[in-house]
């Protein structure tokens, strides 16, 4: 049974889902259901006590906590209803969606939903790690959630796998709050963080980092003694001679980001194998109609600022969306080309202009973008600089689409 309809509901309340339901409102919408499972709306930004937040959007360096506040500020002033400890456990392609929260079960119907749950991390058993099982072994975002929201230190000699933003955060703070961070480790040839947060993070701090170098073991019996780590060729295969052993008692892991779409997946949303989120056109709509998604759980972003701008897209259509406005089918497909990681949206109608994200495959300078039409180039763009860990956009203008069959991007 039906306890109530909404217009609106929005599942998360991290950045994407604040963004989607503020644009709703302006864009209209008075009956909107903002859903978070935490005690409190900001999602991850709550741990997220340093500064680099907000540079696009305000143009001013704030920490997370600083970031998200004003944005939960502007829900508590339109009165934007918002249920907290109250987690989606289930929706349908007819937009019903179960929340379990502290008073039980309960089922809402909505016009449309917008899925906003942000990502997680991958784990030791994911990436297939060898050695014992001790404790100690956390991920980066887990041991981050300890020290600045618990006041709990992880650990006192630490190694990091991975150099994604999340770990060489974590690195940094560890080391300002005691701990001996003995290397970061990552199998890539280069980083896989952002390049101001290499020097920020690691190189202020003394902190070595191994390009081509994997951990090949973890030794321990009830809690982490040492880490094996070893370099890599380019198949990953160790290299015999390399190998070399930290005595350490914490393995953090900082490995990549999975977004969150177990309630997609239910829902029958079709999901993109590359960026592990929905297939989506330039509304932002999912494969199911009225059902949209934004932020961490679309793709995973660089930084929050694009995930702000998203949600307000996507609070913006799924208003139109209600208020029967029809959305553009998207009859273009994109795809990524030579060089290309992804590109998101993955279809457009041609209707509209368009703002297209996608990433590259590997750094790379003097390059160039190439937007084709088969072997017709539409446009050109040059890139002085090119980083897997930075998102690029890409506007086209509705006339540049004008007979377009489909779309890809390469890099020259
Ligand atoms: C450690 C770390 C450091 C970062 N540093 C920076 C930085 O310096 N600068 C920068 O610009 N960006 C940074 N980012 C990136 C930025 O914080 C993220 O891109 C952004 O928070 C993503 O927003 P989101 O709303 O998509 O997801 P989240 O912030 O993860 O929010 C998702 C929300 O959905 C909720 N949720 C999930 N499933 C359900 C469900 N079933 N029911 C109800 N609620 C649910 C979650 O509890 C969560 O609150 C950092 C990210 C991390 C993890």
Known sequence: MIDKEVDVAIIGGGPAGMAAALAARKAGVEDILLIERNESLGGILNQCIHEGFGVEIF??????????????????????????????????????????????????????????????????GQIGTPGSRPAGVYTAGAAQ??????????????????????????????????????????????????????????????????????????KGNKRVESISIAEVDDKWCHVPGTEREFDCDTLLLSVGLIPENELSRNAGIVLDPVTGGPRVNENLETSVEGIF???????????????????????????????????????????????????????????????????????????????????????????????????IKVGLKKDELKGVKSLSIELE
């Open 293 to 391: 998604a934004c932020g961490n759980s679309l793709h995973v972003h660089d930084i929050v600022d694009f995930v702000t701008m998203e949600g307000d897209c996507v609070g913006i259509q799924a208003a139109n969306f209600v208020k029967g406005k029809v959305c553009g089918d998207g009859g273009i497909d994109i795809s990524a080309g030579n060089g290309v990681g992804y590109v998101l949206p993955q279809c457009v109608s041609g209707d509209e202009d368009v703002k297209l994200s996608l990433r590259v495959r590997e750094p790379g300078r003097d390059r160039k973008l190439l937007v084709k039409d088969g072997d017709r180039i539409i446009k050109e763009i040059k890139k002085p600089k090119v980083n897997p860990a930075e998102m």
């Open 145 to 218: 959630n300890f020290i600045n929201l618990m006041n709990l230190m992880p650990g006192k000699r630490v190694v990091v796998l991975g150099s994604g933003d999340i770990g060489l955060i974590t690195a940094r703070r560890l080391t300002l709050e005691g701990a001996k961070v003995l290397a970061v480790v990552e199998i890539l040839p280069y980083s896989s963080g952002l390049p101001r947060n290499i020097t920020q993070c690691l190189e202020d701090y003394e902190i070595p980092l191994y390009l081509k170098h994997t951990v090949t073991e973890i």
């Open 59 to 124: 143009n001013e360096v704030l920490t997370g906590p600083e970031y998200m506040q004003r944005f939960i500020d502007k829900i508590e002033k339109q009165e934007i209803p918002h249920l907290l400890d109250s987690m989606v456990i289930d929706i349908s392609k007819d937009k019903e969606l179960v929340i379990a929260s502290e008073s039980g079960l309960h089922r809402i119907k909505a016009k449309a939903i917008i899925l906003a749950m942000g990502a997680r991390e991958r784990t030791r």
